[in-house]
């Protein structure tokens, strides 16, 4: 383990394959092993996948990550997010802490139902705070390091 306050390396990752349509292959995405804690559970979620999405505004969170945060989903603030086909989705804020690969940091972040993926990781909360280098040729990696915005960051390992 670093010690408190020592920036972790550069971190590397491949991308993962996500199946398309049956018969259709698949589709390569960044995705990034996560956790959440708040202050009403400041145990750590267990590990969970979130997409990187540098088109999203922020990060969006499924709403069984609020209530395994005993977090009360309707109890932030509400607000509405429109996605791919112009589809609009209510979300609700919530401030909790980001755990990143022995990183720490608090973010507010947004919940909603029935999203596609437990979470996505946008610009606002993760893409102000690291510098994510993407590789999109073979093999698809991405690199995931603190940028200036780290200065917020807790470090631990």
């Known amino acids: 383990m ?4 020592r920036v972790p390396p550069l971190l590397r990752y491949k991308f993962k394959p996500y199946p398309l349509d049956e018969g259709a292959g698949f589709d390569w995405h960044p995705v990034l092993p996560v956790r959440i804690s708040s202050s009403s559970s400041p145990r750590p979620t267990a590990p969970f996948e979130a997409l990187l999405d540098s088109g999203a505004a922020g990060c969006l969170f499924d709403a069984s990550l609020a209530d395994a945060l005993h977090l009360d989903l309707t109890s932030g603030t509400r607000s509405a997010a429109i996605g791919l086909g112009n589809i609009r989705i209510e979300i609700w804020y919530h401030s909790i802490e980001l755990h990143v690969e022995g990183v720490q940091y608090g973010a507010e972040v947004a919940f909603a139902n029935d999203l596609p993926t437990a979470g996505i990781l946008g610009r606002k909360g993760f893409f102000d705070r690291f510098k994510v280098t993407f ?23």
């Open 2 to 5: 670093a010690a408190a306050g």
């Open 135 to 157: 590789t999109p040729v073979v093999p698809l990696e991405f690199e995931v390091e603190p940028s200036d915005g780290a200065s917020k960051l807790k470090f631990w390992r």
